[in-house]
Nanobody, 124 residues
Framework: VQLQASGGGLGHVGGSLRLSCAAS????????MGWFRQAPGKVREFVAA????????RYSESARGRFTISRDNTKNEMYMQMNSLEPEDTAVYYC??????????????????WGQGTLVTVSS
C-alpha cells in the first residue's frame, strides 16, 4: 500500500495550487482519503477528507471555502484544489487513507496509511 503526494511548490498569496495523491497496492475505493498538513514548529493538523464514493467531504475551518477535495476512483487518485492561498498555508501536506469508514473523518488516528508529504510554500 503506497500513497504518493505531489503538486506542492511555491504559491503566492491569493493564488492557487493543486495537490494530487496517487494510490497503489490496495482497493482505493475502500478507503476514506484525507489531507493533513504540518507547518514549521507546529503539530500536524487535519485539512480535508473525502468519503469513499467522493460524495461527502469535510474541511477544517481554515480550509473551508478555499480548498476543494475530490477523488477519482477510476484513477486511484485524490486531489485538493487550494485557492486564495495565505501565508499560513505554508506547510508539508500529507495525504492519508483510512480504511472502511462510513462518511469522513478528521481523526488522525483513523488513518493508517500516509504519503511522504509535499511542501507548499506561500509567499507574500
Amino acid at each position: 500500500v503506497q500513497l504518493q503526494a505531489s503538486g506542492g511548490g511555491l504559491g503566492h498569496v491569493g493564488g492557487s495550487l493543486r495537490l494530487s495523491c496517487a494510490a497503489s497496492g490496495y482497493d482505493f475505493s475502500y478507503y476514506v482519503m484525507g489531507w493533513f498538513r504540518q507547518a514549521p514548529g507546529k503539530v500536524r493538523e487535519f485539512v480535508a477528507a473525502v468519503s469513499r464514493t467522493g460524495v461527502n467531504t469535510r474541511y477544517s475551518e481554515s480550509a473551508r471555502g478555499r480548498f476543494t477535495i475530490s477523488r477519482d476512483n477510476t484513477k486511484n487518485e485524490m486531489y485538493m484544489q487550494m485557492n486564495s492561498l495565505e501565508p499560513e498555508d505554508t506547510a508539508v501536506y500529507y495525504c492519508a487513507a483510512a480504511p472502511g469508514i462510513a462518511g469522513t473523518t478528521s481523526q488522525e488516528h483513523m488513518y493508517n496509511t500516509w504519503g511522504q508529504g509535499t511542501l507548499v510554500t506561500v509567499s507574500s
